[in-house]
């Protein structure tokens, strides 16, 4: 630029302010047109615009000098607060379990003082003290896992009275599904005496008969942590084993979940309102798996039995919620 002929004033510009002398080149022949203008910097800072002037404001702070006062920017003061006072929406969330099974869900129902589930952990291995001490005793827990091993191989086109469950069990041991010393934790009248029961037979005559039916249910998370709100798009997953599931002659199903505790000797009121109680959740879940699964516009009608009271709990559901 400086060979331009019409760069006179850029070449003396050094002479004119006094901090040099004339810069003397051979200048090199253009047609352009050029035209030189010399502003101080202080002179531009004067014209400022509101970007200069944030721009002073910045340079004020990274040097640590004091800002004086200025109009409140109401447009800012507003996106600072908003900013200040963001809460995460789903804060909660991340505190939810994505996984349930049936059981960890009748669990919790005791919760910590902050409101939180507090989950017992399930107890994989006995301790070392139970397996060296009366290691031939069998638990409660144990025994209803023999009883519905049972159950689920029993062969449903033999006569299954006493005699012909007896068999049968030994031939469960003899093909090594069960040990010598479980055989003797299988009660057998108690079986014996369900299949005599009109639930017992129904369940000999039906069409098709599935046990130990595993199943996963997406279900919102709001219903396991209601603090989530009804606003809450977030799911988590239920798993569970519904014991028996009959599919009858006219198409009809019928849910059965076999209890070996010990919960009641005879069905008295009292009893059938603590455990209808104590069991609706569980059953409820388990028909509303049936329906999104199986068939969604069929009704499914709901028994409890109780194998060591030998009787059965009904349940009415609205099965339409």
Same mark, same amino acid.
């Given at each position: 630029?400086?060979?331009?002929?019409?760069?006179?004033?850029? $070449?003396?510009?050094?002479?004119?302010?006094?901090?040099?002398?004339?810069?003397?080149?051979?200048?090199?022949?253009?047609? *352009? @047109?050029?035209?030189?203008?010399?502003?101080?910097?202080?002179?531009?800072?004067?014209?400022?615009?509101?970007?200069?002037?944030?721009?002073?404001?910045?340079?004020?702070?990274?040097? $640590?000098?004091?800002?004086?006062?200025?109009?409140?920017?109401?447009?800012?003061?507003? +996106?600072?607060?908003? !900013?200040? !006072?963001?809460?995460?929406?789903? *804060?909660?969330?991340? $505190?939810?379990?994505?996984?349930?099974?049936?059981?960890?869900?009748?669990?919790?129902?005791?919760?910590?003082? !902050?409101?939180?589930?507090?989950?017992?952990?399930? @107890?994989?291995?006995?301790?070392?003290?139970?397996?060296?001490?009366?290691? #031939?005793? @069998?638990?409660?827990?144990?025994?209803?896992?023999?009883?519905?091993?049972?159950?689920?191989?029993?062969?449903?086109?033999?006569?299954?009275? /006493?005699?012909? +469950?007896?068999?049968?069990?030994?031939?469960?041991?003899?093909?090594?599904?069960?040990?010598?010393?479980?055989?003797?934790?299988?009660?057998?009248?108690?079986?014996?005496?369900?299949?005599?029961?009109?639930?017992?037979? $129904?369940?000999?005559?039906?069409?098709?008969?599935?046990?130990?039916?595993?199943?996963?249910?997406?279900?919102?998370?709001?219903?396991?942590?209601?603090?989530?709100?009804?606003?809450? /798009? /977030?799911?988590?997953? &239920?798993? =569970?084993?519904?014991?028996?599931?009959?599919?009858?002659?006219? =198409?009809?199903?019928?849910?059965?979940?076999?209890?070996?505790?010990?919960?009641?000797?005879?069905?008295?009121?009292?009893?059938?309102?603590?455990?209808?109680?104590?069991?609706?959740?569980?059953?409820?879940?388990?028909?509303?798996?049936?329906?999104?699964?199986?068939?969604?516009?069929?009704? &499914?009608? #709901?028994?409890?039995?109780?194998? #060591? =009271?030998?009787?059965? +709990?009904?349940? !009415?559901?609205?099965?339409?919620?």
């Amino acid at each position: 630029m400086l060979r331009h002929p019409e760069a006179g004033p850029l $070449r003396a510009y050094p002479q004119t302010v006094g901090t040099g002398d004339m810069v003397n080149v051979r200048t090199i022949p253009d047609d *352009s @047109i050029w035209s030189f203008h010399f502003c101080q910097a202080d002179e531009l800072r004067a014209q400022t615009d509101p970007k200069s002037d944030e721009m002073s404001v910045w340079e004020r702070m990274t040097h $640590r000098e004091q800002i004086p006062e200025r109009p409140t920017d109401e447009r800012l003061q507003r +996106i600072i607060e908003s !900013s200040l !006072s963001w809460q995460d929406p789903h *804060s909660i969330s991340p $505190r939810v379990q994505a996984k349930w099974s049936v059981s960890e869900l009748k669990r919790n129902v005791k919760t910590s003082k !902050s409101g939180q589930p507090v989950m017992l952990p399930s @107890i994989t291995e006995k301790p070392k003290f139970m397996t060296e001490q009366k290691s #031939s005793r @069998i638990t409660g827990a144990e025994k209803g896992t023999i009883t519905h091993l049972v159950m689920q191989h029993l062969d449903l086109q033999r006569s299954l009275d /006493e005699a012909d +469950i007896r068999d049968q069990v030994a031939s469960l041991a003899a093909q090594r599904f069960l040990t010598e010393e479980q055989i003797q934790a299988v009660e057998v009248e108690q079986i014996a005496r369900f299949f005599a029961d009109p639930l017992g037979q $129904r369940m000999k005559q039906a069409r098709v008969v599935h046990r130990e039916l595993p199943f996963t249910l997406a279900i919102p998370a709001q219903e396991v942590e209601p603090e989530l709100g009804e606003e809450s /798009e /977030e799911q988590v997953i &239920v798993q =569970g084993v519904i014991d028996c599931l009959l599919e009858e002659q006219d =198409g009809s199903l019928v849910l059965i979940d076999f209890k070996t505790d010990w919960l009641a000797k005879e069905p008295s009121a009292k009893a059938v309102e603590e455990l209808t109680k104590r069991y609706e959740g569980q059953i409820r879940l388990y028909v509303r798996a049936i329906k999104q699964i199986i068939k969604p516009d069929v009704e &499914v009608s #709901s028994y409890l039995y109780l194998l #060591s =009271g030998g009787f059965a +709990i009904s349940f !009415s559901l609205n099965q339409h919620d």
